[in-house]
């Protein structure tokens, strides 16, 4: 993938069924990275909570916060 594109990655909703953990464990991420076979380095998580961000930072990964009206980020 080069900068600037996309990929549809419309596969999903994705349930820590299958890892049997929950976030944060990095299982979470690897599991989901594996169903989309995409390599950590190429794919930006785009989260609603701030406990995700860390969680993913945590992991080597990358997130970004949408910030919601009305909720603080910490």
């Known amino acids: ?4 594109q996309l990929r549809d990655s419309s596969k999903g909703p994705f349930s820590v069924d299958g890892v049997k953990v929950y976030r ?3 299982q979470t991420d690897a599991h989901v990275e594996n169903e989309l076979d995409v390599h950590p380095s ?4 785009i989260v609603r909570h701030a406990g995700d961000t860390l969680a993913a930072g945590a992991a080597g990964r990358e997130a970004a916060l949408i910030r919601r009206p009305g909720h603080n980020i910490l």
Do not use: L
Not at 1 to 4: N, R, Y
Not at 42 to 45: A, E, K, P
């Open 42 to 45: 190429h794919r930006c998580m």
């Open 1 to 4: 993938m080069s900068a600037g």
């Open 24 to 26: 944060p464990s990095p």
